[in-house]
């Protein structure tokens, strides 16, 4: 996806990006590849297939909610900062809390932000289970791109939203996942209240997006999903 179908593709989604977020978005793919060199950040180098998979995947975000309109956002396991950093770089109201259990990676993305020049963009080194156990209750909006599991994210992510917030998966195929996941949903207080199955554009590989409502909160988690099985509650 070159810039010029990248600009017209994000203006289907009703997105109209300005001069200066291209520069940071140019900016973000050359400190992808530097510090790719290094460390493992990303299988995606080649400048075409990371604005088509991992920038404008990480912006479909929004065809299932208007984040003008939001504040905060956590993006659980962000790796190189997809979704997370992408959607503040676009969205530059949110407060962006960018979750990694990886050190390397937080201090790649602490690279990208001090060189965009970006505000309100917290960064943090730890697992999201332990994370979520101190920060209820805290987030308008979270999210997590292809990283785990849906019943496993479930349980991270809903602790840390607000009660009448959202939950975000951005997945391939997902409809077994979402089988998988009735149990937690029911446990967890939350509701899916959208469910959007598209095609990528030029590669027409398929995407799912899923959108939980966190109806109440439910203090006994997170916790591990192995005993959620074990006793059957």
Do not use: W
């Amino acid at each position: 996806m070159n810039q010029n179908k990248f600009i017209e593709e994000l203006k289907k989604l009703g997105i109209n990006i300005t001069d200066t977020q291209l520069n940071q978005l140019d900016k973000y793919y050359n400190l992808l590849v530097e510090y790719n060199k290094v460390m493992n950040l990303t299988g995606i180098t080649e400048h075409d297939e990371v604005y088509l998979k991992h920038f404008y995947d990480s912006l479909t975000i929004i065809k299932s909610i208007d984040l003008n309109k939001c504040n905060s956002l956590c993006d659980i396991g962000t790796g190189a900062g997809f979704p997370g950093m992408v959607l503040k770089i676009l969205f530059p109201n949110l407060e962006v809390t960018l979750l990694d259990s990886l050190n390397k990676r937080i201090n790649f993305l602490t690279k990208v932000s001090e060189e965009l020049s970006l505000k309100k963009v917290n960064l943090i080194h730890a697992r999201a289970e332990e994370y979520a156990s101190l920060n209820r209750n805290k987030f308008d909006v979270t999210t997590s791109r292809a990283v785990a599991h849906l019943s496993n994210l479930l349980e991270f992510s809903i602790p840390m939203t607000k009660e009448n917030g959202y939950f975000i998966a951005l997945k391939g195929n997902l409809d077994e996942e979402l089988n998988e996941a009735k149990q937690a949903i029911k446990i967890l207080n939350v509701e899916l209240v959208d469910k959007i199955e598209f095609k990528l554009p030029i590669e027409e590989s398929n995407r799912t997006i899923v959108k939980f409502k966190k109806i109440k909160d439910n203090k006994k988690y997170p916790r591990k999903f192995s005993e959620i099985k074990k006793n059957r509650l």
